[in-house]
DNA sequence: GCGACAG
DNA sequence: ATCTTGTCGC
């Protein structure tokens, strides 16, 4: 398990945080399809927070894209390097996530946050940014709908509907409640970067075989926790 | 101005 | 995110 220094550059306050976020978010490339689902491989990252001692694990898993075995992990440790604001979230947990990607033995292939991309205040969540700085096709899946609204999906499995930015003029569709298992509450698809919202849904719907969140995001946020409790 | 608000 | 017991159901 390595540990991470929080960057000397690292913003501190929010208006700085907010506009790195503007200076990146061209930089997200939404144009290409990502790797076709079921192939290949596909890393969840999450972190934990004790925010008493002021310390943050995080780890990352790949797993095998067509049988969803294990094919590494790896785990990194650092101070909390931001406090949590919606819409700011990257800033709190980019840093070691990053520290726990380095670390990991073969490529990450396809990321899964556990969190937003394209669904944030200013199109540049946790998925986008991840994606814009490390160069790999990633993708949000959230629990939460956050600030956006939606119809309830139908009760079948793979059902979806729009996330829709409120307020906004038009409908623009920033990502999809996705159903993952039948009549149980959906999770948010959204894209990160170098992948297609049809695409992230059906990985999402992929790696939900048997619960609500993707495989990816269980086994990262099982393997974070056990980091945090090994401090 | 007030409330809502990924993790 | 995190604090936390029992409990209902497959």
Redesign the pocket.
């Known amino acids: 398990m390595t540990t991470v220094r929080t960057p000397a550059d690292w913003p501190v306050t929010e208006e700085e945080a907010r506009a790195v976020q503007d200076g990146l978010r061209a930089r997200v490339v939404l144009d290409e399809p990502g790797p076709p689902p079921g192939t290949g491989r596909i890393t969840g990252v999450?972190?934990?927070?004790d925010d008493e001692r002021d310390v943050v694990a995080a780890a990352a898993v790949v797993l095998d894209a067509a049988t969803l075995d294990v094919v590494a992990e790896a785990t990194a440790v650092g101070r909390v390097s931001f406090p949590?604001v919606?819409?700011?979230?990257?800033f709190r947990e980019i840093p070691t996530v990053l520290a726990a990607l380095d670390a990991l033995p073969c490529p990450p292939g396809l990321v899964v946050c556990?969190?937003?991309g394209l669904a944030?205040p200013r199109r540049f969540?946790?998925?986008s940014h991840l994606g814009v700085l490390t160069g790999l096709p990633a993708i949000?899946v959230?629990?939460?709908?956050?600030?956006f609204t939606h119809d309830e999906p139908d009760a079948p499995r793979g059902s979806t509907s729009p996330l829709l930015a409120k307020g906004g003029d038009g409908r623009e569709e920033v990502g999809r409640a996705l159903r993952t298992r039948h009549a149980v509450k959906p999770v948010f698809v959204s894209v990160g970067h170098r992948v297609s919202l049809d695409n992230a849904c059906a990985h999402t719907l992929a790696l939900t075989p048997a619960y609500r969140l993707p495989e990816t995001t269980r086994r990262a946020?099982a393997l974070c926790?056990r980091a945090?409790g090994a401090i």
């Open positions: 999450d972190v934990a927070y949590y919606p819409g700011l979230l990257a556990d969190g937003y944030h969540g946790l998925a949000g959230a629990k939460n709908p956050f600030t946020d926790r945090l």
